[in-house]
């Protein structure tokens, strides 16, 4: 017998929006899409073993995913949370 796996991909027509690195903008951005009556979903990225033994720094990647007609209101909606945390992603890059 075959052993089947199921890959989770898009469903619905959902797009990686953002992500982010800590908690307090993850629960900002939170508010922002609840109140704004749009649904999303977070993907929290799991480190691998030897990511986590010698990874100095604990960081959270959370992965918000919503509905690609979205994207376009939820962009000003939460241009002001992301445009503070703008300079830590670029940092981060680098």
């Excluded at 010698?54 to 995913?65: E, G, M, Y």
Aim: charged share 35%; glycine share 4%.
């Amino acid at each position: 017998m075959e052993k089947r796996s199921v890959t989770v991909g898009p469903i619905n027509n959902e797009v990686d929006f953002c992500k982010v690195y800590d908690l307090a903008t993850k629960e900002k951005i939170e508010r922002i899409l609840l109140a704004n009556r749009i649904s999303y979903c977070c993907h929290f990225d799991d480190k691998g073993f030897l990511q986590k033994l010698f990874s100095p720094v604990q960081k959270t990647v959370c992965t918000f995913r919503i509905h690609d007609e979205e994207v376009p209101r939820a962009k000003e909606l939460v241009r002001s949370v992301l445009g503070e945390s703008k300079k830590k992603r670029k940092e981060n890059k680098k």
